[in-house]
């Protein structure tokens, strides 16, 4: 076994244990707490009759390591609940059951995901490409105007809040220019032009926001990497600027930007509210809030699991992709 993949799959270890106590403090954050657990699982118009029905199945009466293991079972290998007149069953990963929608939480989010992913696929390549190019550039022209101009629009993107910018590139965009209707979400297998056109704001929307991050972090590591040794060793012998830059010193720093672009991308799954709401998509984000305002225990917990499992996804391979481009991290 190579020692790229020992790494991997120390990393994928890793993962799952992380996974795994993300579960239980969930579990124990939302079901672990005082008060009438099944009378706020089931909601507010729900007969005590059928509140003693909830209880029943998510076996609140049982000791708490036999409730958490009722709950990882259904995680795992899915779980039968009983709807009065018949029993449904809920396959793997099985994330619970909403009373008061009657859906299948993992059926419910399966519906929402793509939207999400979407927004933040497309987002995520732009926000790499205008942040990172906006960085390196600034680094390269350090000390000039063109420095001075790129520090300047990166500092207004961190400081304008995302619907600012998508209110204003509605109102220029779609109102004043006419150049693109305005968004509504077409789903990708519908249509995938117009899935791309209608989430082109959108997607400016989000990446503005997060490029100014990342131009700031590559001019500073670019800066860093430049300063080294090794660099100016390279322009010693002669290598030309732009292979310097490009080859050397853009490699160098590229871990920190892989480090934040796994915590940005699994954070925005669903985390970006703003951006859906503002646009009317019905992602996760959107969907977590809604279940927030009417107390819909089971979505709540669902929503938090799934945007734990991308958040830990993307750091494990973010570490993965660091080993590629960087091999002494395997040696560690």
């Given at each position: 076994?190579?020692?790229?993949?020992?790494?991997?799959?120390?990393?994928a270890?890793?993962?799952?244990?992380?996974?795994f106590?993300?579960?239980?403090?969930?579990?124990?954050?939302?079901?672990?707490?005082?008060?009438?657990?099944?009378?706020?699982?089931?909601?507010?118009?729900?007969?005590?009759?059928?509140?003693?029905?909830?209880?029943?199945?998510?076996?609140?009466?049982?000791?708490?390591?036999?409730?958490?293991?009722?709950?990882?079972?259904?995680?795992?290998?899915?779980?039968?609940?009983?709807?009065?007149?018949?029993?449904?069953?809920?396959?793997?990963?099985?994330?619970?059951?909403s009373?008061?929608?009657?859906?299948?939480?993992?059926r419910?989010?399966?519906?929402?995901?793509?939207?999400?992913?979407?927004?933040?696929?497309?987002?995520?390549?732009?926000?790499?490409?205008?942040?990172?190019?906006?960085?390196?550039?600034?680094?390269?022209?350090r000390?000039?105007?063109?420095?001075?101009?790129?520090?300047?629009?990166?500092?207004?993107?961190?400081?304008?809040?995302?619907?600012?910018?998508g209110?204003?590139?509605?109102?220029?965009?779609?109102g004043?220019?006419?150049?693109?209707?305005?968004?509504?979400?077409?789903?990708?297998?519908?249509?995938p032009?117009?899935?791309?056109?209608?989430?082109?704001?959108?997607?400016?929307s989000?990446?503005?926001?997060?490029?100014?991050?990342?131009?700031?972090?590559?001019?500073?590591?670019?800066?860093?990497?430049?300063?080294?040794?090794?660099?100016?060793?390279?322009?010693?012998?002669?290598?030309?600027?732009?292979?310097?830059?490009?080859?050397?010193?853009?490699?160098?720093?590229?871990?920190?930007?892989?480090?934040?672009?796994?915590?940005?991308?699994?954070?925005?799954?669903?985390?970006?509210?703003?951006?859906?709401?503002?646009?009317?998509?019905p992602?996760?984000?959107?969907?977590?809030?809604?279940?927030?305002?009417?107390?819909?225990?089971?979505?709540?917990?669902?929503?938090?699991?799934?945007?734990?499992?991308?958040?830990?996804?993307?750091?494990?391979?973010?570490d993965?992709?660091?080993?590629v481009?960087?091999?002494?991290?395997?040696l560690?």
């Amino acid at each position: 076994m190579t020692r790229l993949a020992g790494f991997v799959l120390r990393r994928a270890a890793g993962a799952l244990i992380t996974l795994f106590a993300i579960s239980v403090i969930v579990y124990v954050v939302f079901y672990v707490t005082p008060g009438n657990v099944a009378q706020i699982t089931c909601g507010p118009r729900c007969s005590p009759a059928q509140v003693h029905q909830v209880a029943e199945q998510l076996h609140l009466h049982d000791p708490l390591y036999e409730r958490y293991w009722h709950f990882l079972q259904g995680l795992v290998v899915g779980q039968d609940y009983s709807t009065g007149t018949s029993v449904e069953h809920c396959p793997a990963p099985c994330l619970g059951l909403s009373y008061q929608s009657d859906q299948q939480v993992t059926r419910l989010i399966l519906t929402k995901l793509p939207v999400s992913l979407s927004l933040v696929f497309g987002a995520m390549v732009l926000w790499l490409v205008l942040g990172v190019g906006t960085g390196v550039l600034s680094a390269w022209r350090r000390g000039r105007l063109t420095e001075r101009l790129l520090t300047g629009i990166t500092l207004a993107g961190v400081a304008t809040p995302v619907f600012v910018i998508g209110l204003v590139l509605m109102i220029v965009v779609c109102g004043e220019l006419e150049l693109l209707p305005f968004p509504q979400y077409v789903a990708f297998t519908d249509d995938p032009e117009q899935w791309a056109w209608n989430l082109l704001l959108p997607w400016f929307s989000l990446a503005l926001i997060e490029a100014a991050a990342f131009a700031r972090l590559t001019r500073a590591a670019m800066l860093e990497t430049l300063a080294e040794d090794h660099i100016r060793t390279f322009r010693a012998y002669g290598v030309g600027e732009r292979s310097v830059i490009g080859r050397h010193a853009l490699r160098g720093a590229f871990a920190p930007v892989i480090a934040l672009n796994a915590n940005n991308f699994g954070g925005a799954v669903g985390g970006a509210v703003l951006t859906e709401t503002l646009f009317g998509l019905p992602g996760i984000g959107q969907e977590l809030v809604h279940a927030v305002n009417v107390v819909d225990l089971p979505v709540v917990v669902g929503m938090v699991l799934v945007i734990g499992f991308f958040v830990v996804i993307a750091n494990a391979v973010a570490d993965v992709l660091y080993a590629v481009a960087d091999r002494r991290v395997v040696l560690t």
